[in-house]
């Protein structure tokens, strides 16, 4: 795959499924060996988790900035995410992806404030780390 | 410039932050990065003044500190790598003494590089792995056993 194929994966699994929540098909965009490294989850684990963040009222991800070389995207983001309470947060940072066979296998997001912390605000339930 | 131009230029400046933790050498600023240089990284300054500023207090709290680059993805002028950190906390950090504990983080950064120096330096670090690491709470206490 090219590295404009690579980004165009990076950018339908930021607007496609995390922005509009088509989940049902994201086996498009992740691979087998899909691991976030993150959060700690690999497929599966990702999988279970997706449905809190897609029932979230606001989400909103915009791509500042996407670098491309080999199998690998970098991706600057910003992000707002909100919930039916009205309680908000936003974050900036930099996503480490590495792909394969055009889709992504592995995902690392470092964000400020911190990912896991922020959405713990916002879900009903804290999430799993 | 060429994409692997761009990319000695970051390379440059990282062997320049390591020579910097040894000697405490800032040359490498004026050599690689613009004077009007943009620094986006949260909890540090925006300018090369800043930067110059804020870097000695990192080295007096962390002496050891040493990165190691991945690999660098080049894409026009832009540069993105990430960055493994360790070091130990054996000075003041952010008005915390030195809790003599060892850190591991992760940092991601994009570089943008025109005419032989970085122009613009996006970068996250792990801040919270860093606290977890150094056991403190977010506002910045040591946690209570």
């Not at chain 1, 909103?60 to 909100?82: P, Q």
């Not at chain 1, 039916?84 to 055009?102: F, M, N, P």
């Not at chain 2, 870097?55 to 040493?66: G, H, I, Q, S």
């Not at chain 2, 940092?107 to 122009?119: C, F, L, M, S």
Request: aromatic share 6%; glycine share 8%; with cysteine.
């Amino acid at each position: 795959m090219s590295t404009e194929q690579n980004k165009a994966v990076v950018r339908r699994f930021m607007s496609e499924f995390l922005a509009e929540g088509k989940i049902a098909s994201i086996d498009e965009v992740l691979g087998r060996s899909y691991m976030n490294r993150t959060l700690g989850a690999d497929l599966e684990a990702f999988k279970g988790f997706l449905p809190a963040i897609t029932a979230l009222s606001v989400r909103r991800f915009t791509i500042e900035d996407l670098v491309a070389e080999g199998d690998s995207v970098v991706a600057r983001f910003t992000m707002d995410l909100g919930n039916a309470a009205g309680e908000k947060v936003s974050a900036r940072g930099l996503t480490y992806y590495r792909l394969a066979d055009g889709k992504i296998v592995e995902d690392e997001p470092i964000t400020a404030p911190d990912l896991v912390q922020e959405l713990q605000k916002l879900l009903p339930s804290p999430a799993t780390a | 410039m060429s994409r692997e131009e761009n990319k000695d230029v970051v390379r440059r400046f990282h062997d320049g932050m390591l020579e910097f933790f040894r000697t405490g050498n800032l040359d490498f600023l004026v050599h690689t990065v613009h004077p009007d240089c943009a620094f986006g990284m949260p909890g540090m300054p925006a300018t090369v003044d800043g930067m110059q500023q804020a870097l000695p207090a990192f080295r007096t709290a962390f002496p050891d500190l040493c990165t190691t680059m991945g690999e660098l993805l080049a894409d026009g002028d832009k540069v993105a790598y990430r960055l493994t950190v360790t070091g130990t906390h054996t000075g003041e950090f952010m008005g915390i003494p030195a809790t003599g504990r060892q850190i591991t983080l992760t940092e991601t950064h994009i570089d943008q590089v025109a005419n032989g120096k970085i122009v613009r330096h996006d970068g996250d670090w792990d801040q919270m792995g860093m606290m977890q690491q150094l056991a403190l709470t977010p506002n910045g206490l040591v946690a209570q056993p």
